[in-house]
């Protein structure tokens, strides 16, 4: 948490899902902290026919002077969010690269095909050896558990945030969380929400590797 | 016998012309299912082995293979197949005249058999309109209901399967010669299942020479009058030459020449005029309306129509020498011509071991037959 | 997220696209806005909608684009300013209209605003809308990024009002959805009065009648309008020029393509030898300004989506500069440099570049692209579109593909747009064997339902949402009732424009603001017409099934089957789930012949989930809508259905 300074300009970040996972709302969020902060927040999405089941991210392009292109450029992620493990693996082979810092969801989404028996879906021990072997430091979180023990899974998106701002590589702040939350909801939900985010950043404190 | 899977069923008789529509791959799945007479394939089924294709009286037939399990000796070819008599046959006086049509031989058997406990079920040929459909009875007043002739190739079979996924045990089937074959090859338990339970009790089989195609039917007929008003068909032996229909008008009488194009393509490669499969077989018996020409086949069978004569429910006389040569001969021309159009269609027994066949018959009891 | 409705001038917000021009419309005085829901345009009237709850404003759901065109006119003819935005495809439906508005002119400032998604993210084409501008002659504004798309449509509207034409702004997926920096400006008091003044001399622009004729003066004005909006392009803010005096490579650009451009120029540290001119008005080209750019250099690069239209623009004035300026080396679609089909990215611009200087662009190593890629292959299965669990669309067309082939008559489905879209695919059991534009599916069937004089024995559907009826789906009914094709036309009505987010339509009894409005009845007006119509609930699929195939062997004329079901998605349906379900898993057959996995092989619903290790399916709840339909389809009734509570 806190005020830490870009190590990269434009510092690039994916959030990756399943569509209807609530890609675009924990984008926003994030996008909205950082621009609270004074600096140039890009944000590219997919949207429409792609919520339908299929795979979606988000590319936030962070910068202190410019807006970015909405694009990520190849290879050129810094921090992935993956809302699903498959779809974080799926990220990595086009904007990964060795020095790459992953948090990970640990709860499968099923594609079709899988859940039709045609394809299989990987163990959750090969994910997280491919992902480790992927990336410079993948962080794994049951986001979707504790997120129904809060009460929703759709709280797992929120937690997810409070971990990025709890691995010290951007200047989150909660208090800059708790002014955009309040932004669009009621005090009580703002209310859960903080505990959502307090839980994420603790879930990676003790997780260094 | 070789089996295969629900793909090849549908490359080797659907696409191929040669469903009956007995019903016998209905109702096992929700992939099979029977509209009006015709039987389709509504999704794909990727099993390499189905009950479907070993069932199906058209795809891979091993008459070898059933005669061993019925009659313990290799298939010989004989026209009307192996039996232990034969006999004319009609309704004693325990049934109802005026509830069947012809002898009513079959609905007297079922109804007996029904009675005793033999049966719990039976599966039967309904109509619905012009429209044949299976039904599954469970009571013998149930059982005249379903009495009429009906000449369109039926699902009956899909009834059946029906009644065996609720979880009957001991069902009757009346069935055409197709059908009886595809309950043949069912009894004798194809896919070698270790907890496989027969759960027929009794097959009748009855004669057939060919059925006719719903769909058509109903589409010439619809042409030439108001079908609705159909209350039931006949068709009289030769040399009649028609169609007799019974409607609330009167007789309309509709000439076989007519009627012959709508015989499915599948009918011309059925060897089997007297169901040889079944436990009895019942036909009409020419020249004497109101009797049947009755098969008995099996002991089982055989008990049965001792106990109707006994009881009431059959009358039975000696079958005279020169109607069973008759029906010898008709018999046999069936099987020439249908081995004939088998082998000249490329269905009967393959060149090479790993095609498919509809039919499987050892050479020297096809030359036989077609000499 | 963000307050930019009621914000205040010099406010620094995150916007997305079309926020950003939602809020450039309120900036510009706009009075009227309408438009018929299109990814990615949809946004800026939801916005507006939402707006108009603040400010005064008309803002409307129409039932097409060219309708909503119209109504935009309207206010323009009235002396109000308004705004029409639409997707691509969008374009062209109102292109009869457009074609004579851009000829009579208009009077309040209009501005139209499609937007178009190259690489066809959320459409089945990538098509271009500035070629619209140019056939009809209108000017061509393309805003480069987010504080652009604000501001760009004042500058618009105010252009529009002198020259007294529409004026297009075009944007781009990449700009509309994504997000990015916004400083606020003013929003003006607007208290307009609206008054259609036409009793004047007919041809007087003022007060005169608003049509094309004559159409040779017209279109001799429409030039001198066009001229005019040169002059202020030559001086227009939006044309920016960043880069050395005199630059190895020229890149000319336009729209997302700019931060594509400054980004791949970035990353091979080109800055010095690359320059980089990013024209917001691209239709007509300002010569004067072009031509001073063009002769900094030799070559020239141009990145723009998706047709090479600015590139052959270019040219062409190259062509007619060289006696002055010399003849000049172009790159772009044309050469290969960049793909001519898809959309644009950093490093597709990156790697054109380096190629022309001879540089080398870098992104990850190959040996990790290749390591990764190998691990994906199982790590990363693919991930197919499909129907939301509960969506009445996977009823109906299971009910639709089982009358199909009970029937057996080599039936087939013309399909259209909107979520039932998807029914080309798996998920839908792939019973939609055509798919065009809005409407097209009854179109189709109609000229299908007439070649049974040439042989044609299948019997003929087409199925069309509820939405897509009032758009376009009710001149092809005409069609087919008085020519007397015989069709069956099956009407998804899950009471919403679903697969845009969920908009209102004329069939539902609120509009664009939420206030009570009268609804249109689709039986009753397909009744009026003289088609047959019988109306089911698809989750009931043995209802739907018997009344379909009942209606396929009726033989003439047009039968309409409306099938009645509210989408999952939809606010009112949201998370209410009817029933509990679970799979027994003693009565379950799951690979064994009688099942071969149907619920999860073919029925496909995501929240039933096939159990590797039990051999059994499985209800997921967290994914479960309740909507029972799979209960009905396995035949051994092992998926049980409780009431919720």
Redesign the interface.
């Known amino acids: 948490m806190g005020n830490a300074e870009l190590s990269d300009d434009p510092y690039n970040v994916i959030i990756t899902g399943?569509g209807?996972q609530g890609n675009v709302l924990a984008?926003?969020?994030l996008?909205?902290m950082l621009?609270r902060k004074?600096l140039?927040?890009?944000?590219?999405?997919?949207?429409?026919?792609?919520q339908?089941?299929?795979?979606v991210s988000s590319h936030i392009r962070i910068s202190r002077d410019?807006?970015?292109?909405?694009?990520v450029?190849?290879?050129?992620a810094h921090v992935l969010v993956g809302l699903e493990a498959?779809?974080a693996?799926?990220t990595?082979?086009d904007y990964?690269?060795?020095k790459i810092k992953v948090i990970c969801n640990t709860r499968p989404i099923?594609?079709?095909?899988?859940?039709?028996?045609?394809?299989?879906?990987?163990s959750a021990q090969?994910?997280r050896k491919?992902m480790e072997?992927?990336t410079e430091k993948t962080w794994f979180i049951d986001a979707t558990d504790e997120a129904?023990n809060l009460g929703s899974?759709v709280f797992g998106n929120i937690i997810l945030i409070g971990a990025l701002s709890g691995i010290n590589v951007l200047p989150l702040d909660r208090e800059d969380f708790e002014k955009?939350i309040s932004?669009?909801m009621s005090p009580e939900k703002v209310e859960i929400n903080l505990r959502a985010y307090d839980l994420g950043a603790s879930m990676v404190s003790g997780r260094k590797l | 016998m070789k089996v295969f899977g629900p793909k090849e069923l549908h490359e080797d008789v659907q696409k191929k012309d040669l469903c009956i529509g007995c019903g016998a791959c209905v109702e096992l799945c929700r992939y099979f299912r029977n509209y009006k007479g015709k039987t389709a394939m509504i999704f794909p089924c990727t099993l390499p082995q189905g009950r479907c294709y070993a069932h199906c009286p058209k795809a891979e037939v091993d008459f070898d293979f059933l005669a061993s399990k019925y009659w313990g000796e290799p298939y010989e070819g004989r026209p009307l197949g192996k039996y232990l008599e034969v006999r004319a046959a009609k309704a004693g006086d325990r049934m109802d005249q005026g509830t069947f049509q012809g002898g009513g031989t079959v609905s007297a058997l079922l109804t007996l058999a029904m009675e005793t406990g033999l049966i719990e079920a039976a599966a039967l040929t309904d109509r619905e309109g012009l429209v044949p459909i299976p039904r599954l009875v469970t009571g013998p007043e149930e059982v005249v209901k379903c009495a009429s002739s009906k000449y369109m190739a039926s699902p009956t079979l899909a009834g059946f399967n029906l009644g065996v996924r609720k979880g009957y045990g001991r069902i009757a089937v009346v069935g055409t010669p197709c059908q009886v074959t595809a309950v043949a090859q069912m009894r004798a338990n194809p896919l070698e299942k270790e907890d496989f339970n027969d759960p027929v009790a009794l097959v009748i089989g009855l004669f057939c020479n060919w059925g006719l195609d719903t769909r058509k039917l109903i589409a010439l007929l619809t042409e030439k009058m108001d079908i609705s008003t159909i209350q039931g068909m006949d068709i009289p032996p030769p040399p009649a030459e028609v169609l007799i229909l019974e409607t609330a008008n009167g007789e309309v009488k509709i000439p076989l020449e007519e009627i012959r194009p709508l015989v499915p393509n599948s009918c011309h490669i059925c060897p089997d005029m007297t169901s040889e499969w079944a436990d009895i077989s019942v036909g009409m018996f020419e020249g004497r309306p109101g009797w049947n020409t009755l098969i008995i086949r099996t002991s089982a069978g055989l008990k049965l129509v001792d106990q109707a004569c006994q009881s009431g429910f059959l009358i039975t006389e000696k079958m005279p020498e020169p109607n069973l040569d008759h029906l010898i001969e008709a018999a046999s021309n069936k099987k020439k011509k249908a081995l004939l159009k088998a082998q000249k269609d490329g269905v009967l027994n393959t060149k090479q071991e790993d095609q498919r066949s509809a039919i499987r018959m050892r050479a020297e009891v096809i030359e036989r037959i077609t000499a | 997220m963000s307050n930019f409705i009621e914000g205040k001038a010099g406010t620094r917000l995150l916007l997305m696209g079309n926020e950003a021009i939602a809020r450039g419309a309120l900036e510009a005085g706009v009075s009227v806005a309408a438009a018929y829901p299109g990814t990615p345009s949809s946004e800026i009237l939801e916005n507006l909608a939402r707006a108009s709850k603040h400010w005064n404003l008309y803002v409307e759901w129409s039932s097409n684009e060219k309708v909503a065109m119209e109504v935009a006119a309207a206010a323009s003819f009235a002396g109000l300013r308004s705004m029409t935005s639409m997707k691509q495809c969008g374009v062209n439906v109102t292109a009869d209209f457009l074609l004579h508005l851009s000829l009579s002119g208009t009077r309040g400032g209009m501005v139209m605003v499609p937007c178009d998604d190259p690489g066809a993210v959320a459409s089945i084409n990538e098509g271009e809308s500035r070629q619209f501008a140019r056939s009809v002659e209108i000017p061509c504004l393309e805003p480069g990024d987010f504080q652009e798309a604000k501001d760009m449509i004042k500058w618009a509207i105010e252009l529009s009002e002198e020259i007294q034409n529409l004026v297009m702004v075009r944007s781009v997926t990449r700009l509309s959805h994504a997000s990015g920096t916004v400083v606020l400006g003013e929003i003006p008091e607007m208290r307009p009065q609206a008054v259609f003044k036409c009793d004047g001399f007919v041809l007087d622009p003022k007060e005169g009648i608003m049509v094309p004729a004559p159409v040779g003066f017209k279109h001799d004005l429409q030039h001198k309008k066009l001229e005019k909006a040169v002059l202020r392009f030559e001086e227009c803010p939006f044309n920016t020029y960043r880069g050395p005096e005199k630059p190895e490579l020229l890149i000319v650009t336009s729209s997302i393509c700019h931060l594509y451009s400054r980004e791949a120029v970035h990353r091979l540290g080109a800055e010095d030898r690359v320059g980089l001119l990013r024209l917001g008005t691209t239709w007509p080209l300002p010569p004067k300004l072009v031509e001073k750019h063009l002769r900094r250099v030799d070559k020239i690069l141009v990145v723009e989506e998706v047709l090479p239209l600015m590139e052959q623009d270019l040219k062409v004035l190259a062509m007619e500069l060289a006696p002055q300026i010399g003849v000049k080396r172009f790159y772009g679609k044309r050469d290969g440099s960049l793909p001519m089909v898809g959309e644009l990215n950093p490093d597709l611009v990156g790697q054109a570049i380096a190629k022309i200087l001879g540089m080398e662009y870098k992104t990850a190593p190959q040996e990790y692209v290749d390591r990764a890629r190998q691990l994906a292959f199982f790590g990363a299965p693919a991930r197919e579109l499909t129907f939301c669990p509960g969506c009445p669309h996977r009823a109906s067309f299971w009910a639709i593909k089982n009358a199909l082939e009970l029937d057996n008559r080599h039936g087939f489905v013309c399909g259209d747009i909107g979520c039932y879209g998807l029914a080309v695919l798996p998920c839908g059991f792939q019973t939609l064997k055509t798919m065009h534009a809005m409407g097209s599916g009854t179109g189709l069937a109609s000229g299908f339902g007439k070649l049974g004089r040439f042989g044609l024995d299948q019997p003929v559907l087409s199925t069309c949402g509820d939405s897509t009826f009032f758009h376009t789906g009710m001149p092809a009914l005409v069609n087919a009732i008085h020519n007397q094709s015989n069709i069956t036309m099956v009407i998804l009505d899950n009471s919403g424009t679903a697969m845009t987010g969920f908009q209102p339509h004329p069939g539902l009894k609120v509009d664009a603001v939420g206030n009570e409005t009268p609804s249109i009845d689709i039986p009753a007006v397909c009744r009026a017409m003289g088609a047959r119509v019988e109306v089911c609930d698809p989750f009931d699929l043995e209802q739907t099934e018997s009344t379909l195939l009942k209606l396929l062997e009726v033989k003439e004329g047009v039968k309409v089957l409306v099938l009645r079901q509210i989408c999952a998605q939809s606010p009112e349906k949201k998370a209410k789930k009817e029933y509990e379900m679970r799979v027994n898993e003693a009565a379950c057959l799951g690979q064994n012949c009688g099942c071969n996995r149907l619920c999860t092989r073919i029925f496909r619903c995501p929240a039933l989930v096939w159990d590797q290790a039990k051999g059994t399916a499985r209800v997921d709840e967290a994914l479960c809508a309740g909507c029972g339909v799979c209960a009905s389809i396995c035949s051994l009734g092992a998926i049980e259905r409780k009431e919720a509570v």
Do not use: C, M
Request: glycine share 18%.
């Open positions: 399943v209807g984008s926003r969020v996008g909205n621009a004074g140039f927040v890009t944000i590219g999405e997919s949207f429409g026919g792609t339908r089941g299929g795979s410019s807006t970015w292109s909405p694009q450029p190849k290879g050129a498959t779809e693996i799926r990595l082979v990964g690269n060795r099923h594609p079709v095909g899988v859940i039709a028996g045609e394809i299989s879906y990987p090969d994910i491919w072997e992927l129904i899974p955009v932004e669009t």
